[in-house]
DNA sequence: GGGTAAACGTACTGTAGGTACGTATGCGCT
DNA sequence: AGCGCATACGTACCTACAGTACGTTTACCC
């Protein structure tokens, strides 16, 4: 039985293209988490794109596959920014606050997309939560073990350490996006002084 | 409607008591998750338990508080294998490969708890990982803080180094729970490489 | 011994993810 | 030009699960 209602009759759209394609289902994805907050339903979503579920599942392929587009879309804009802040940067602790202020304030300019990504209500979070992390790692991972190679140290710590430094921003963003009084600078700058020096600080004279 | 099933009737079990208390609830909880994985319906979780759903909502309070009552478990064995593991220990270098070990087997031990616990698919997880976060966090800056202060050294940095240090640890578990080919001793020396050390390693000799 | 409160299971509701199916439209083929 | 087929889409449905209202049984206590 099919109910003939007031709205829009089914059928192929003037045009014979595709009403949305995938990035406008993302763009209505992002639009629909920052106005109600990372728990809006696929129709929701649908809704907002002016579409139906059943052409979010064309499209994308279901929530999981919605959340890591989601997740690698995030990922691209921290890599993008980030590398356009260390761009031609010599290797050293100011290219480090440059790479750790440009990560939280992309993830502050990005605060719900951010909040959704890293806990999310998928099936399977904590791949996804690691396949975002693996985007952002793989390029550090190269950087770093170079690096380690160039100045004659054991390059194999390369991919840990690239976990490890995302790891840290991860968790620091969640913990940060709820304090108010610390800017991106300064904790940036607290992040760079374990990073760079590490606990050993020598006594102070 | 009342259907009268072969199951056991409904009322007060003999004796008077509660059939479960809330710690045996959460034994079921876990046991349900490391058998069926985080996603693990109430109710089978209560069907694990030996009682049925409304039971879980009178002892937990639904699935946020759950999930909350969880995490607070793995932290408590967390910060329990950690105390006992540096206990008596001068800090340095090889007090903090004490740590990060103890840790890191602690997470492989739960595996799928500390899965469910940093994916989950509550309604906030990104709150509940900080939750989690913040249990062992707030020990841990203490320490720092006093550690910061007694070397001469600004101790504001304990807070944000706390949750950079567990941040680290959270994300880099997650990566290596899915590698084979290295240990928890292994890691542990490879964090505490750079914990310790920092990036900044002197170009050798 | 009867009333009351504790304890629990049954059965329901609401919501959200995912899917089967029917219908309208444009393109190509004859 | 006209007919068929593939494409694109909406309607309506199914299923699963979180959360809850209500009735029933049992123990305790006066």
């Given amino acids: 039985m099919v109910t003939v209602s007031s709205r829009r009759r089914p059928g192929r759209p003037a045009g014979g293209k595709q009403v949305v394609d995938r990035e ?5 994805a992002e639009r629909s988490i920052r106005r109600d907050g990372p728990l809006v339903s696929l129709e929701a979503i649908a809704l907002e794109a002016g579409v139906t579920k059943p052409v979010i ?3 994308i392929g279901g929530r999981t596959e919605l959340s890591n587009a989601l997740s690698a879309r995030l990922a691209d804009r921290i890599v993008q920014s980030v590398l356009s802040a260390i761009a031609d940067q010599p290797v050293g602790r100011s290219a480090l606050v440059l790479f750790l202020a440009a990560n939280l304030e992309t993830v502050a300019a990005n605060r719900e997309l951010f909040l959704y990504v890293t806990g999310g209500s998928s099936d399977d979070s904590p791949q996804r939560s690691l396949y975002l992390a693996s985007q952002s790692a793989a390029p550090l991972a190269a950087q770093l073990s170079q690096w380690r190679a160039d100045t004659g140290h054991n390059p194999a710590v390369g991919e840990a350490w690239s976990y490890a430094i995302i790891g840290m921003l991860q968790l620091t963003s969640l913990w940060w996006l709820n304090q108010v009084e610390l ?3 300064g904790l940036a700058e607290q992040l760079a002084e374990l990073l760079w020096s590490g606990l050993r600080t020598p006594p102070v004279a």
């Fill in 24 to 28: 406008l289902v993302l763009d209505a």
């Fill in 183 to 185: 800017t991106a600078q």
């Fill in 57 to 59: 599942y064309a499209r």
